[in-house]
């Protein structure tokens, strides 16, 4: 049974489609990463499926949580899912938090509005929410406003402040871009051990393969407003498939082995308004056919369980009999 | 090779917070550095925000007067800004931002944007600016069909080139990339990295190339500097650094880092905050998130040792756990 279950989930602003009908499930408890470039609709996914974008976009489609649509529903069957069952964190999270008001007053207002909690109770939930998300001596710092805060404490905040309403769902949209790389792996971190310790499942958002390879379970791959391969991520980055999929795993520098050459994917991001006809990675991609440049391919689950969008997939990378890991440059293509 | 550039003991401090009637608080930005740059080298900072990066690359290029300390361009004393001679002196060295929207002229073309500095030092006549225009575009990988485009129609990758473009204009000898790649996509950012590099060997540039994205300066990098609190922690060749670092806290960044493809297994997640430049620690200014620390870590200010051609500031450098035999000499 799955918690999160979007059908054919089509957005376009002022005409333009930026969404081609994403399917995606989410289990209980699962963590599951949402990787592309900028403008490919990773955001734009969940901020349709739960009502946060303009008026001015047209979202078509199905989203459901636990069997209850979302896609232009209510705002009041809308405001009992946001904040209390799925919650949401974002990249930048001192733009998140409001500056003239202390942080302890923030959290202390979503506690009242998901849980019912008023007065001392609730200083006492939002001192342990702080606790738990790692920040030191909670007590006393809980009436500091946000600036007293350094990014990667104001992103605790921002997650002990989802965590208020105790959702079964955590959308983190790129939620350590913003942060230095010894804040990240903490924030990273600190994301897996609450994920153990409530079982909440999480959705990730991010351009940072690696960042997804460490928190997650599973992972999609999104091009051009739509999901073009999607696998367990043990799959995935083994044997990626997807030419798009390989051509990010080959762009990424390595820390280890021979100082090399990086090997980039050209062209650019399409524009939505002008998309290729048939496969939208057929102008940047190597192994295109004619056929690609006509026809869109679908989303084909595979034997392996590995859902693909491509006619001409990368062969399966050769694992080999001692380790796991094989190198980029060792894929066949 | 011969140094280009000499920077000996920079210091840049900073007078911050003056309130009304209270004293002004002083933040050391970088505190007592020395740095040979020899011709034709990428050189890498990395180190977290507030360590300082930016600042030591404003001091290099002497957009920045240091407080203390002197960098010798050529073994000549880089003239104060705003002088004549230290007019002059731009030609041969350039800057690169992180932003490139923010580095252009929204209301200007690019080719009118490239053209800028060439009619500023006026180094050739009016009716050749076109042509050498359209032979930077071309080498930045710009179409000559978007001269006439203005920044706001192009992509962030395209717009990282024109900001290259222009920087080569007037083929300086010395670049400063400030997070250059920080902005852009995977894709993208690994085409503008190569680019930075056949330039840089096409060019004959010599390059400081400022960082957070580790695995980008290790292999665009011939040698790093691991920049903490506004001092040089560590320097060695980038294969050797990245291999195997020295100072822990090189170790906590370099484990720091997402590797596609492996879990969060034996990483060193470094506790606490990047330190405050306002509050330094005493002693070695890691010493509140470093996993050996000690009373003496406490107490006393390590200073840069050298060991086979690398340099390191921890006290704990004989008796980390993790070290073969060392010849330590007092750089």
Known sequence: MSLVSIRDLKVSFDGVQVLHGIDLEIGEGEAVGLVGESGCGKSVTWLAALGLLPLKAAVSGSAKFAGQELVNAPRTTLETVRGGRIAMIFQDPSSSLNPVQRVGKQLIESIRLHRGLKGAAARVEAIRLMDLVGIPSASTRIDLYPHEFSGGQCQRIMIAMALAGEPDLLIADEPTTALDATIQAQILDLLARIREETGMAMVFISHDLGAVSAVCDRAAVMY??????????????????????VGLFQAIPQLDGPRQRLVPIYGTVPDPRHLPTGCSFSPRCTSASDFCTSVQPGLVRQDDGCDLACFNPAAHAVVPAYGHSVKTTEYVR | MSVLLKASRLCQRYTTGKKLFGKPSTVTAVDGIDLEIRAGEIVGVVGESGSGKSTLGRMLLGIEAPTDGEVLWQGALMPMPATPKWRALRRDMQLIFQDPLAALDRRMTIADQIAEPLEIHRLM??????????????????????????????????RQRVVIARALAMSPKFLVCDEPVSALDVSIQAQVVNLLYDLQQDEDLTMVFISHDLKVVRNLCDRVVVMYLGRIVEEGSAEEIFARPLHPYTQALVSSVPQAGTGMTNRIVLQGEPPNPAARPSGCAFHPRCRFAD?????????????????????????????????????
Not at chain 2, 127 to 150: F, H, N, P, S, T
Not at chain 2, 308 to 323: E, H, I, V, W
């Open chain 2, 125 to 158: 006549p009016r009716e050749q600016i076109g042509a050498r225009v359209m032979e930077l575009m071309e080498k930045v990988g710009l179409r000559a069909d978007q001269a006439d485009r203005y920044p706001l129609e192009l992509s962030g990758g395209q």
């Open chain 2, 295 to 331: 009373a003496a870590c406490k107490a006393k200010v390590p200073s840069l040792m050298r060991d086979n051609g690398r340099l390191a500031a921890c006290l704990k450098l004989r008796t980390l756990p993790f070290q073969d035999e060392k010849q330590l000499t007092h750089a």
């Open chain 1, 224 to 245: 051009a407003g739509r999901v073009v391969e999607q696998n367990g991520i043990r799959g995935l980055f083994e044997s990626p498939r997807h030419p798009y999929t």
